[in-house]
Each structure stands twice: as C-alpha cells, then as structure tokens.
C-alpha cells in the first residue's frame, strides 16, 4: 500500500519565478491537506482540498494556491516567490473531514535563490 | 484559535534514560492531540493521537502521553530512550470544526548521548 508521495524531492528557483508541488495521497484517502515548514520551525498550515475544492485556508497570501483532481491527487502553487518561501513542504492526507488521521508525505524542499 | 506551545527547544538524554516532553495547548473546546516524530529530511510519522476516553494513551515505538485537560498538557514520555529516538518531535492540536486542520508546536529535537 503506497503511503503520500510527493514531487520533486528538492527544487531550487529563483526570486520572482513560480513553482507547482505535487502530492499523491494515500490510497483510499479523498482529502489533501499542505503544511509549510520553515527550517527549525513547526509546520504551519496551508490549506485543505476535498471534493475538488478548497475547504480551509491557513494565514497564506493569494500567492498560495492550489488544485485537487478527480484522482484526489493535489498540486501547490506559489507565486512570485520570495526567499521567505524556501522551506520543506509537505502534504498530508486523509480519509473525509472533519474526521480523519492525516497521514503525511516526505516533504518537498523548495529553496529560493 | 487553538495554540500549541513546546517549551523544551532542545533535550538531552542519555541512553537508556527515561524522557518526557512537554506540550501545552490552547483550544476552546475538547481538543484532539497528536505527537508526531521527523527523522532529519524526513516526513511526519504519528507516535500517538487522543479523541476521547483514557487520558493515557499509548503509540508506536514505547512512546505513550498523558492528556491533563485541567494543565492543558500532553506530554509524551518514554521509560527508557534508545540511540534510534533522536530526532524532531512535534505536539499538535486538531479541531474538527476547523476541518481537522493541525496547529503544531515549535518542536523539541532530542539527542541522545551513548
């Protein structure tokens, strides 16, 4: 049984430049939640798709967006990248909401030159 | 809005040694408690959660918590560390009526000493 996967596993981009993340849940799960951690802090969430939909939204500006499939696979986009936004991100998934133990995926490690 | 607090940045423990770390969290309702581990460059793996029921709760890998409604606490302890128990460990509160989004805490990194 496949746990969350994400890709890349690293990616390095440049002030200004945009980025998409990509997450597959874990088999069975419907909903896909995205943390960022910044390096020697807690993650901090993002945002949570279900049903294609976005259905809660952290302290995130608009530059932060997202997408859920059909599949229930997920994509994060950031914009206009700032240097603040290098960290590990990471995707978590469940099974519903609001109930639902999230499992989590490896992370990404964006970093911003 | 629910916060999580870690007091401990960092805990050093010797092998075979007892640990305990400590978490306090603020929510306005019943809370749903987690302790989470992350090896270095590695996602977050659960040790234990509490809904509802036995204040003790026991997880993977010897680890069990103690959930004190009247401290706001969950510390998670340990009878005796292993060298494979070094590593980040993070409390975080749920709310099922924000959706089940997940507050962490800061985080307290353990090292153990052989």
């Known amino acids: 049984d496949a746990g969350v996967t994400q890709s890349p596993t690293h990616l390095i981009k440049t002030r200004g430049q945009q980025v998409t993340l990509r997450c597959s849940p874990k088999?069975?799960?419907?909903?896909v939640s995205w943390y960022q951690q910044a390096l020697g802090q807690g993650p901090q969430f993002i945002f949570q798709?279900?049903?294609?939909?976005?259905?809660q939204r952290g302290n995130f500006p608009d530059r932060f967006s997202g997408h859920q499939f059909p599949n229930y696979s997920s994509e994060l986009n950031v914009n206009a990248l700032l240097l603040g936004d290098s960290a590990l991100y990471l995707c978590?998934?469940?099974?519903?909401?609001?109930?639902?133990?999230?499992?989590f995926g490896p992370g990404t490690r964006l970093t911003v030159l | 809005a629910q916060s999580v607090t870690q007091p401990d940045i960092h805990i050093t423990v010797s092998e075979g040694a007892s640990l305990e770390l400590r978490c306090n969290y603020s929510y306005g309702a019943t809370p749903y408690l987690f302790w989470y581990v992350q090896s270095p460059g590695q996602g977050l793996q659960l040790l234990l959660k509490y809904f509802s029921g036995d204040t003790l709760v026991q997880g993977i890998k010897g680890f069990e918590a103690e959930f004190k409604r009247s401290q706001s606490s969950f510390n998670l302890r340990k009878p005796s560390v292993h060298w494979s128990d070094a590593a980040e460990y993070f409390c975080a509160v749920g709310a099922w009526a924000a959706g089940n989004k997940l507050t962490f805490g800061g985080g307290t990194r353990v090292l153990v000493k052989p």
């Open positions: 978590a998934s469940s099974l519903g909401i609001p109930r639902g133990e999230q499992f």
């Open positions: 088999s069975g799960h419907d909903t």
């Open positions: 798709y279900y049903e294609e939909e976005e259905r």
